[in-house]
C-alpha cells in the first residue's frame, strides 16, 4: 500500500514509541572505521535524531582540530552542502564513505575536511531528518569521555521539546580508548556497543547502562494467547459469552455449530471431560475445579473435543479447539524470566532511588545540574517509571490469584461476526478494568513516594496512558539485561596488561563496577563452558569462540607493544608476532577458565592449531574489509536500535563474526 511515510516500513516492526524514542536520541560515534561509519549509516537512514562523529586525526593531514588540547572537545555541524570532490573516489578504500587518504586528484579536500567532518556530512545526505554533529581532537586517547558526555547530556547540540537520550558507539578502538569510555558510559548510564572489525573477524559487544536495560515489548516469536481459560472462576465477560452459546451436543444447525469459536468449544469440553475424572466439577467457586495434569488425561480431553464435532475435517472451528486444547490446562501467569524481573526490583531500593536526598536538594538550590538523569549513581527517569510498573505488578498479583492484568486481545479464529464480536468485547472490557485497578495502584505508589520523601523532590512521575496500557499488554513477557562493564570485564581477561596498571592510577579500576558483577560473571563462566560443547559442525576449528580469544590476543598484543601484530612484514617478525599472540591467547584462555575444556584442549592449547589461528590474525594486520565491517555494522545498529527503543531482546552480551566461515555465535566473556 503507498504511503507518504518513509518510515512505514519500520513503524511495522517498533510503532509510533519506537520512532519517537529513535527520534530523540544522540548517537556519538567514536572512530569513523568502516564499521563505524556503517553502523551509522543504519541509524540514520531509519531517522534516529541526531549524531556525532568524533576522531582524531591520526594522518596528519593538515585538517583542522575541533578540540583546545586539554581534552575539552567542540562540536560542529555538519557541512550543509557535499563538496563535489567527496564523490569522487580515485582508488579503492577501505571505507566507502570516506575518500583515499592517498588520492593525489583531490588532496585539497581532505587538506579542508578532517575524516569525521567527511563522514558526517556525507552521513548527513542519506536523511535530512537526522542532524549530524563532527569533531576531530588531536588525539582521542586525551578526551576526557566523562566530561564530554555529561556535557551532550546537560546541553545538547541541538535542543528539543522532549527529552533526549545518548548512545555511545565505539568502533575499531583500541583499549587504551575503549576501557575509559566504557567508564564513562557506565559512570553516567549510558549504554555502549563496541563494534570492532579485524580482517575477516569481527565482534559486536554490548555494554549496557546500570542499573540494566529494561525492555517492556520484547515481542516473543511465539507469543500465548492469553485467553484465561486455565484461570478460575472465569471472568465475567467470558461466561456470560460461554453461557450464551447453546450445548453443542443439542446444536443442530451443522453452519452454526461449524462456527462456535474454538474458545467456547474447550470451554464446553472441559466441563465434559469433568464428568469422567474421579474429581469432578465443584459448585463452590472459590475451590478449583479439575483440569487435566497427566499425559493420559490431556489425550483423553482431546479425545472429548473430537467426539464434539459433527464432521471434524469440514470443521475448522475444531481443529482450531484442537491445536489450541493445550490453553486449557496451560498456566497463565508469568513465567520464570519474568519472575526475574520481579525479584530484582525491591521496594526500599526504589524509594532510596526515587526520592532525592537532601545534599542534592542543597546542590540543586545552589544551582548544581546533579538533578541530571544520567548523572553519576543516579538511576534514569526511564528505569525510575519501569521498577514503578514492575511494583504495582507485584501489588496486583497479590491482589488477583498472581494473574496479571489480561492483554485483552484474541487471536483469529472461525467464528460468526456476531458471536466474535462478543468474545472480543468480553475480553476488552476485562483488560480495561485490570488496566483501571493497575493504573490505582501506580498512583498509590507514588502516593506513598511522595510521603516518604518528606518533603523532598521525586525523580519519578506517573507514566503516561500510553505507558501504562503497553506495560499491561507485555506483563507475561518484560524483561531485564544487564551486561558487565567492558573496562572490569577487561581486568579480568587480561590483569597483566600494562594498560590496566595505567588506568589505574586514575581510579577507573578502584571505582564501583555492577554491584552484581560476581554473579553475572558466574553465569557468564558457565555458559561460556556450556558454549564449547557446541562447535562449528563442519570445521570446529571455524567456532567463532576460538577466533574471539584469538582477536583478544591481538588487543592484549597491542596494550605491550603500543601497535597491532603483523606490523613488519619480514618472515621472522611476522612468526615472532604469531608466538607471542599465540602465548597471549594461552593466558586469555587461563583467565576465562577454560583450560580444562577439552574442545579448546584439542583446538587451541594443541600448540600446531593455536598457533595456526595466531598467523591468521596476525597475516591481517588490522586490516580493514568493508564488506565484513557491513555485517558487523548490521548486527551493531540491529542491536543499537533494541537498546534505543527497549523493545525486542538484545543479545548477551558479545556476538563474534567469522566471516571465512561465514559462521556466528553469542557468547558471554
Known amino acids: 500500500m503507498a504511503t507518504t511515510d518513509k518510515y512505514d516500513r519500520q513503524l511495522r516492526l517498533w510503532g509510533a514509541s519506537g520512532q519517537r524514542a529513535l527520534g530523540s536520541t544522540l548517537v556519538v560515534l567514536v572512530g569513523s572505521s568502516a564499521c563505524g561509519t556503517e553502523t551509522l549509516k543504519n541509524l540514520v537512514l531509519p531517522g534516529v535524531g541526531s549524531f556525532l562523529v568524533l576522531d582524531d586525526d591520526d594522518d596528519d593531514d593538515g585538517a583542522a582540530s575541533t578540540s583546545n588540547g586539554d581534552g575539552v572537545v567542540t562540536v560542529q555541524l555538519a557541512e550543509q552542502e557535499v563538496p563535489p570532490s567527496l564523490l569522487k573516489f580515485a582508488s579503492p578504500t577501505a571505507n566507502f564513505f570516506l575518500p583515499p587518504s592517498s588520492s593525489s586528484a583531490d588532496s585539497s579536500i581532505s587538506t579542508m575536511m578532517s575524516k569525521a567532518a567527511m563522514a558526517c556530512t556525507l552521513l548527513s545526505e542519506l536523511n535530512p531528518d537526522a542532524i549530524g554533529f563532527h569533531s576531530t581532537v588531536p588525539s582521542l586517547s586525551a578526551v576526557n569521555f566523562a566530561a564530554l558526555l555529561q556535557s551532550l547530556t546537560t546541553n545538547p547540540p541541538i535542543t528539543t521539546s522532549t527529552s533526549h537520550k545518548l548512545l555511545v558507539i565505539s568502533a575499531d578502538q583500541p583499549p587504551h580508548i575503549t576501557l575509559p569510555l566504557s567508564h564513562a558510559c557506565h559512570s553516567l548510564s549510558i549504554p555502549m556497543v563496541h563494534v570492532r572489525s579485524y580482517g575477516l573477524l569481527g565482534y559486536v559487544r554490548i555494554q549496557t547502562a546500570p542499573p540494566y536495560h529494561c525492555i517492556v515489548e520484547s515481542k516473543p516469536s511465539h507469543r500465548i494467547p492469553d485467553l484465561r481459560l486455565s484461570a478460575w472462576p472465569l471472568f465475567d465477560g467470558l461466561r456470560h459469552v460461554h453461557d450464551g452459546i447453546s450445548n453443542l451436543d443439542g446444536m443442530e444447525d451443522s453452519k452454526e455449530h461449524s462456527h462456535v469459536p474454538y474458545v467456547v468449544i474447550l470451554l464446553q469440553a472441559l466441563e465434559k471431560w469433568r464428568g469422567t475424572v474421579s474429581a469432578p466439577f465443584h459448585p463452590d467457586p472459590k475451590l478449583r475445579p479439575r483440569y487435566p495434569e497427566t499425559f493420559a488425561e490431556k489425550e483423553e480431553y482431546r479425545k472429548v473435543v473430537r467426539s464434539m464435532a459433527i464432521n471434524l475435517n469440514n470443521e475448522v472451528n475444531f481443529e482450531e479447539a484442537l491445536q489450541n486444547a493445550h490453553l486449557v490446562w496451560a498456566d497463565g501467569r508469568l513465567g520464570e524470566e519474568t519472575k526475574v524481573v520481579l525479584d530484582r526490583v525491591r521496594e526500599e531500593e526504589f524509594w532510596t532511588d526515587a526520592i532525592k536526598s537532601e545534599m542534592e536538594e542543597d546542590e540543586n538550590d545552589g544551582g548544581s545540574n546533579s538533578s541530571s538523569n544520567n548523572s553519576s549513581g543516579v538511576v534514569p527517569v526511564h528505569v525510575l517509571h519501569f521498577q514503578l510498573m514492575v511494583l504495582a505488578l507485584k501489588r496486583f498479583l497479590k491482589e488477583n490469584d498472581e ?69 499491561c499488554k507485555n506483563t507475561r513477557y518484560i524483561r531485564i539485561l544487564e551486561t558487565r562493564p567492558l573496562y572490569a570485564e577487561y581486568k579480568e581477561q587480561d590483569p597483566s596488561s600494562p594498560i590496566i596498571s595505567t588506568l589505574a592510577k586514575s581510579n577507573i579500576f578502584t571505582s564501583p563496577s555492577n554491584p552484581n558483577f560476581d554473579e553475572i560473571q558466574s553465569y557468564g563462566r558457565d555458559d561460556l563452558n556450556a558454549s564449547t ?104 545498529s540491529q542491536e543499537a536500535v533494541k537498546l534505543i527503543t527497549g523493545q525486542y531482546v538484545p543479545f548477551d552480551d558479545t556476538y563474534v563474526y567469522n566471516g571465512i566461515a561465514s559462521t556466528a555465535g553469542v557468547y558471554r566473556f
Open 403 to 471: 494473574y496479571p492484568p489480561l492483554e485483552g486481545t484474541i487471536p483469529d479464529m472461525t467464528a460468526d461476526t456476531k458471536t466474535f464480536v462478543a468474545l472480543q468485547e468480553a475480553y476488552q472490557q476485562q483488560a480495561e478494568m485490570d488496566r483501571a485497578k493497575f493504573d490505582a495502584l501506580v498512583s498509590t505508589l507514588l502516593e506513598e513516594c511522595h510521603q516518604k520523601a518528606n518533603g523532598c523532590d521525586v525523580r519519578v512521575t506517573k507514566p503516561t496512558d500510553d505507558e501504562i496500557v503497553t506495560f
Open 533 to 636: 560443547m557446541d562447535p562449528y559442525v563442519d570445521d570446529p576449528i571455524q567456532t567463532p569462540m576460538l577466533w574471539w580469544i584469538a582477536l583478544r590476543a591481538c588487543d592484549a598484543f597491542y596494550d605491550r607493544h603500543e601497535h597491532y601484530p603483523g606490523k613488519h612484514d619480514q618472515a621472522l617478525a611476522l612468526e615472532a608476532d604469531a608466538t607471542e599472540v599465540y602465548k597471549l591467547m594461552v593466558e586469555v584462555v587461563g583467565n576465562l577458565g577454560l583450560k580444562e575444556c577439552d574442545f579448546i584442549k584439542v583446538y587451541l592449547l594443541d600448540e600446531a592449531k593455536g598457533k595456526n589461528l595466531a598467523r591468521e590474525v596476525v597475516r591481517y594486520d588490522e586490516a580493514e574489509i568493508h564488506s565484513i565491517a557491513a555485517v558487523l555494522g548490521g548486527v551493531a
